[in-house]
């Protein structure tokens, strides 16, 4: 009697692996393949974080949102094969801005005062 509660679980996990082995080889598509952000656009992208958090000028510029000063730090540290978008937007909504469609990363930032706070974006793409 007990032989045969083992067969039959040993015969369940079979067709369980059986079923993940059709699903992860014919189906296709990158289940869970994340494309890595290269370490230029990571470190731009955290260098101007930096620089906006630091520096009252570029923080009001955030809540002013006026993306001039922010724009010339970013032409300044990438290369001229990349492209890139400033998003200013309240915490409460932050809707994506039309982008290319190419592999864009994207991080953001909280800038934060005694009576504001805002979200900065920034995306990044190779043209």
Do not use: H
Request: proline letters at 5%; aromatic letters at 12%.
């Amino acid at each position: 009697m007990v032989k045969k509660g083992y067969i039959k679980t040993l015969e369940a996990v079979i067709a369980i692996v059986v079923v993940l082995i059709f699903i992860f080889s014919f189906a296709g598509g990158n289940f869970g393949v994340k494309q890595k952000k290269p370490s230029l656009v990571e470190g731009v992208q955290d260098f101007v974080f930096k620089n906006v958090l630091n520096n009252e000028t570029l923080r009001q510029d955030v809540f002013n949102g006026d993306d001039t000063r922010i724009n010339k730090l970013l032409e300044e540290n990438l290369p001229p094969n990349y492209g890139y978008k400033v998003q200013f937007c309240s915490v409460e909504s932050c809707p994506a801005p039309a982008l290319p469609d190419k592999s864009v990363f994207v991080d953001s930032v909280y800038v934060t005062s005694s009576a504001k706070s805002k979200v900065l974006k920034v995306f990044i793409w190779e043209d």
